[in-house]
């Protein structure tokens, strides 16, 4: 039996190697009629995506963006749900070694364009439904520099999808772009500044894979469905990539979240492994809709945002199966989790977000230096970059000072953010971030995303965001708003804040209480203390 130490050097060796090719790897060396994906659709009808069609269609729509002068290195940028014509776009665009942009959907014209305008974008390919979001406005530019292609029917200047992969032949050959050439481009919030983006290098695959194989034992009997959106990183690293790198089947569902539809999918095809942020299994539990007699799942995987104690009792009860709690970041991946596979699988202590996975060194900081904390005091999260051979990623795009935030300086340390307690055995217990991002139903938002909407609008002086507890999505979305003397509290303010924020930022981001205060709390340098405001959130209705 192979190792896991074996695996990962099987894996570093292909996907680091200066010949890898993406398309190569993730598709074309596949059997052609084994399946890739299955497409559910709201219906439950179902279309089954072999390998053999990904190749086909991936390699005409490569030729017809290369004919728009796409090529190494350039960026493409998607703006679609879960669809078969996602992941064709995704592998013709690894085909040219251009990069790939995720925009998700819920994202406002101003939040896509930070992620669009700055970095060369040459073609946005967008859903039908979402091709309003980059017309002009005061955030997309009139003559932006991009071709869109529309899943739909073209107007106008667009160009349509389906025509682009019907009217071109396949591109004769993929470009061999190597392991450390850009795949993804994929931008994180942070508390401060705008969104910063990660390069994700092709050599990051061997690290997303071995979770894919070992965190999460996809086995290739699974009925695999990680429920994830692809415009963030764990759906797109574990819903798509991976399972594309390990030529394993994954289940796409084209639609939205509700707990009746998700109930319906897990029983009407047999999932029997399943991933989702705790928010999908709170909403679960909650729902008044029956649980279907004869699930199949065999593992439950939790990951976005730590894993509530409620979940787990009532999972052994109703799924019949435990749900484990696993940890990652967008910069690296997953590299904590109480994995499945049977070379990993142990005990889990109550509370245990999982030990370290193959291939990574994680430790315990102290808050005050480097050196490593005492087992079950809390420390600082970090990798040890030395001694962690999946380690991929180097810095943000474009962004030396935040990445000199996120290093130590001898580059040994990168630091996660957050805090935990290691106890003796390796396991470690989530504490706190140590930062402002809020995780809300598996998101992360950057407090200074929100922050810019609000304090656009005339009637705010001063704004803070910040997270504060909730039952269902972990954390919601609080403002505190100072408000200009001439503007009064309102409840028609409230909803016009809260409106502004959905249709400038993202949807699912609002504040969901807006508590209009004299002043914020701050230091003698000018910096709010947002501590405090989460220390003294008003509970009830939002403050007038």
């Known amino acids: ?24 790897l993730l598709c074309d060396r596949h059997p052609a009629d084994a399946v890739a994906f299955t497409v559910v659709e709201s219906d439950l009808t179902s279309r089954d995506l072999t390998f053999g069609e990904l190749y086909e269609s991936s390699a005409r729509l490569a030729s017809a963006l290369a004919k728009l002068g796409v090529g190494r290195g350039d960026r493409v940028a998607t703006l679609m749900g879960k669809s078969a014509e996602l992941v064709v776009a995704l592998l013709a665009i690894w085909r040219l070694g251009a990069v790939h942009v995720p925009l998700f959907t819920a994202f406002a014209p101003s939040a896509i364009a930070i992620r669009i305008t700055d ?56 470009l061999p772009a190597g392991g450390d050439a850009p795949l993804i481009e994929l931008f994180t919030s942070g508390t401060t500044g705008s969104p910063k983006g ?51 089947t994954s289940l796409l569902l084209h639609a939205g979240f509700s707990a009746a539809l998700t109930w319906s999918v897990l029983s009407r095809f047999a999932v029997t492994n399943f991933a989702a942020a705790p928010t999908v299994y709170r909403a679960l539990r909650q729902a008044d809709a029956p649980v279907p007699d004869g699930l199949q799942l065999r593992h439950c995987s939790s990951a976005g945002e730590p894993l509530t104690s409620e979940v787990i009792p009532w999972a052994e009860q109703t ?15 997953m590299v904590i ?25 994680v430790q315990t900081l102290r808050l005050d230096d480097d050196a490593p904390a005492g087992a079950g005091e809390t420390g600082r999260v970090a990798v040890d970059c030395a001694n962690s051979p999946l380690m991929w990623f180097s810095g943000y795009q474009d962004a030396p000072d935040r990445t000199a935030e996120r290093f130590s300086p001898d580059r040994r340390w990168y630091y996660t953010g957050d805090t935990a307690a290691k106890d003796q055995d390796g396991h470690l217990f989530f504490a706190a971030r140590d930062d402002d991002v809020i995780l809300m139903a598996g998101y992360r938002i950057g407090p200074f995303d929100v922050e810019s909407v609000l304090a656009r609008h005339e009637a705010v002086a001063e704004v803070a965001v910040v997270g504060a507890p909730d039952q269902l999505r972990g954390e919601v979305l609080v403002a505190f708003v100072v408000l200009r003397p001439t503007a009064q509290p ?12 959905k249709t400038q930022f993202a949807a699912h981001a609002y504040p969901r209480a807006i508590h209009f205060v004299p002043e914020l709390p701050k230091t003698p340098s000018g910096k709010i203390q947002r501590f405090l405001l989460r220390r003294h959130l008003p509970s009830g209705s939002p403050q007038m």
């Open 337 to 361: 989790a109480n994995a499945w596979h049977p070379a990993l699988r142990t005990e889990v202590p109550p509370g245990s977000m999982g030990r370290a996975l193959p291939g990574w060194t």
């Open 198 to 248: 990660v390069p994700v290098p092709l050599r990051a695959v061997a690290a997303l894979a071995m979770y894919q194989e070992y965190g999460l034992d996809h086995q290739p009997s699974d009925v695999f469905w990680n429920a994830a959106d692809p415009g963030w990183a764990y759906g797109l690293y574990y819903a798509i990539v991976a399972p594309l790198a390990l030529g394993r």
């Open 1 to 24: 039996m192979t190792s896991p130490e074996q695996r990962m050097a099987q894996l570093l060796a292909s996907f680091g190697s200066p010949q890898a090719c993406a398309a190569e």
């Open 319 to 333: 799924l019949g199966v435990a749900v484990l709690d696993h940890y990652g970041q967008t910069e690296v991946g």
């Open 119 to 174: 970095n060369a974008t040459k073609v946005v390919i967008a859903d039908t439904d979402q091709r309003a979001k980059i017309d002009p406005s005061p955030d997309i530019p009139a003559n932006a520099p991009w071709q869109v292609i529309t899943t739909g029917p073209a107007t106008g200047e667009d160009l349509a999808f389906a025509e682009l992969v019907a009217g071109h032949p396949p591109l004769e050959r993929a």
């Open 490 to 501: 309102s409840g028609d303010l409230v909803a016009e804040l809260q409106r502004s924020v």
